[in-house]
């Protein structure tokens, strides 16, 4: 039996079902917390007799508040984790079990349960909502988490005490997942069932143009948020004006000892490179920061190689390669004629030249970043040994 986890259900006017929602989870586990989030149905009443601890707000806050009403109640009771069911008997109390489970392979990750939604009467609304949740969120962490609208979750009680979250109702699922994910938590998903009545005897407190609307305004703040080459709080707050491609050495050490790995650097400069390389004008910094987000890699590395691609350097190469390929001789004359007149000339040369370029000066730059990782990491590594 986990005695360090808190099962919790967040309840708002759900009082047809609470009791058996509530006595499923006592059948499966001992440790249970009921968070009425200002109900006005009388629901927590229908617990009487249940061995279970009841928090009340007075007034509705929202369910993102009574998670996080639940997370200061589970540390004063000692827990290190909730685990969140609804109230309105769409999840199955059976499936605690999973969570338990995964837990015991990583403490430290935030788990989401991943609806079946073969099941009949599912909305159309929730699987549009969870794939446009999915790819915002794949976009703003690089996490591909299958069903981000879930409320079946696992949490680490630390996470919720600590991360600084705006939201209060609905939108909060969405904005802890990426503020855990920035902030170094493994985003995780168990497979759990799931249970939709028919939609006459549905009972739902989401509503759509007020939710929706919030819900689209905190995906535009997490997502710009995402773009900007700062570092999140597991970043340490030297690194932002640490990297520089003139103190290689440096910048590469600084990133290795937050946790960085030559494999990620690597990947992370080749991607700088090629996307450096290519002529897309006034595009390189927005491209990297949205690629490296989606592919996990270090923004901060990508944004420093790609300014060794800033003309004129790098783009007259490309020039030269795509000039030799369309007429089999190197571009010698620079005049007015050449760059000038023949401007649309050269800038097909540079895309041409720029598919051979890019490609070279990834392997080239991955291989060196590497390299070098390698061999800082190592002496990272011998110094704390000998430490």
Not at 142 to 169: C, H, I
Not at 192 to 219: A, Q
Not at 230 to 244: A, Q, V, Y
Not at 318 to 338: D, F, K, N, P
Request: glycine share 8%; proline share 5%; net charge negative.
């Amino acid at each position: 039996m986990r005695d360090d986890i808190l099962v919790v259900i967040p309840v708002y006017n759900h009082g047809a079902t609470l009791r058996n929602v509530a006595k499923g989870v006592l059948e499966q586990h001992p440790h249970l917390l009921v968070v009425d989030d200002g109900s006005t149905d009388g629901g927590a009443e229908t617990l009487s007799g249940l061995p279970c601890h009841v928090v009340k707000h007075e007034k509705n806050m929202g369910k993102g508040a009574a998670i996080l009403t639940a997370s200061k109640k589970a540390m004063a009771l000692g827990k290190t984790h909730i685990v969140t069911i609804d109230a309105d008997g769409q999840h199955f109390p059976e499936d605690l079990e999973v969570f338990f489970a995964a837990q015991e392979e990583d403490q430290n990750a935030l788990y989401v349960g991943a609806r079946d939604f073969s099941v009949p009467n599912v909305p159309g609304s929730s699987k549009f909502g969870r794939q446009f949740s999915r790819f915002w969120l794949r976009i703003q962490t690089g996490w591909d988490v299958s069903d981000p609208q879930s409320g079946f979750r696992a949490y680490p009680v630390a996470l919720l005490n600590n991360l600084k979250l705006s939201e209060t109702r609905y939108a909060f699922e969405i904005e802890v997942l990426a503020k855990a994910a920035w902030a170094g938590i493994p985003l995780k998903t168990v497979p759990i069932s799931v249970y939709y009545p028919k939609s006459e005897e549905r009972v739902s407190h989401f509503h759509k143009l007020k939710d929706n609307v919030t819900i689209s305004l905190l995906n535009t703040r997490l997502t710009m948020r995402s773009m900007l080459p700062l570092p999140h709080g597991k970043f340490s707050p030297s690194l932002e004006e640490g990297i520089t491609v003139t103190h290689p050495i440096r910048s590469l050490r600084l990133l290795l000892e937050d946790e960085a790995t030559p494999h990620e650097l690597a990947l992370s400069g080749a991607l700088g490179a090629v996307l450096g390389t290519l002529p897309l004008i006034g595009l390189h910094s927005i491209g990297i920061l949205l690629l490296a987000g989606w592919l996990r890699l270090n923004k901060i590395c990508g944004l420093a190689v790609s300014q060794l691609c800033i003309p004129p350097f790098v783009p007259a190469i490309c020039i030269e390669v795509g000039h030799y390929v369309c007429h089999g001789r190197w571009l010698t004359e620079i005049s007015m004629e050449t760059l000038g007149y023949q401007a649309l000339d050269r800038l097909w040369e540079w895309v041409i030249g720029s598919l051979i370029v890019a490609p070279a000066a990834a392997v080239l730059v991955g291989g060196i970043i590497w390299l070098l990782s390698y061999l800082i990491q190592s002496g990272l590594q011998a110094r704390g040994q000998h430490d």
